[in-house]
């Protein structure tokens, strides 16, 4: 079965401090590794598709890479506004659906 | 472009009673999700939908679940009768298709208390 872990659970930064948010994964054939945002009280936010070992994506401060096994989120100089829930997905090509990790709760203090 | 509406966005209910959540996804978008987060957790997908039939039902507690997406546009999720671990938010998501790595976009989701 398709297991999605997230680590840590919670981050707190002071702003300007770079860090790296860790999702682990266990897929028969991966199809797709997602990530989303998601603030309080709103549904999760599209960020990054990645599909294969090796690609990388940025956008803004954020940076998303993929191996075999994991994924990162490079957080670089992160501002209070990135404060959210991170969340990861995988999708497998045995299953329609996508499986989410729990996700990072990041709070970015000024 | 206007995104995934949902309504309510919040709902509070007594246990053993029936609630209906809507959801209107992205114009043109064929696949519709529904998902259930539990606070803490990530979304748990419960059922999709490829235009009007359904694709993916098996994590749907049938027996107080029920979903219909008529015409192929919009949908309805349905509890009956509600359990007090039916409380979490409700995420209505839409895809162009349910192609390879299709990007799915969600809905604000509606908030569901039962006591």
């Known amino acids: 079965e398709d297991q999605v872990t997230q680590s840590p659970e919670a981050l707190r930064l002071q702003e300007g401090e770079s860090s790296s948010l860790n999702c682990s994964y266990t897929?028969?054939?991966?199809?797709?590794l997602f990530w989303y945002r998601q603030d309080p009280g709103k549904g999760p936010e599209f960020l990054f598709t990645?599909?294969?070992a090796g690609e990388e994506k940025e956008k803004e401060r954020l940076k998303a890479t993929l191996t075999k096994k994991e994924s990162f989120l490079h957080i670089t100089a992160p501002k209070p506004e990135d404060s959210a829930t991170y969340l990861c997905?995988?999708?497998?090509?045995?299953?329609?659906?996508?499986?989410f990790g729990a996700g990072t709760r990041l709070t970015v203090k000024p | 472009e206007a995104g995934v509406a949902q309504s309510p966005r919040y709902k509070i209910i007594e246990k053993r009673q029936s609630v209906a959540f809507w959801c209107n996804p992205i114009?043109?978008?064929?696949?519709l999700y529904w998902y259930q987060q539990i606070l803490g957790q990530g979304p748990k997908l419960l059922i999709q939908?490829?235009?009007?039939?359904?694709?993916?039902d098996s994590q749907l507690p049938k027996d107080r679940f029920s979903a219909e997406r008529l015409k192929g546009v919009d949908s309805t999720l349905k509890i009956q009768p509600a359990k007090l671990e039916d409380s979490a938010v409700y995420l209505c998501?839409?895809?162009?298709?349910?192609?390879?790595?299709?990007?799915?976009?969600f809905g604000p989701g509606t908030r569901l208390l039962v006591l």
């Open positions: 990645l599909y294969s």
């Open positions: 897929v028969s054939g991966l199809r797709g």
């Open positions: 114009s043109g978008h064929a696949t």
């Open positions: 998501a839409s895809s162009l298709t349910s192609g390879f790595g299709e990007t799915q976009y």
């Open positions: 997905a995988v999708q497998d090509y045995n299953n329609n659906d996508m499986r």
């Open positions: 939908f490829q235009n009007n039939g359904v694709v993916d």
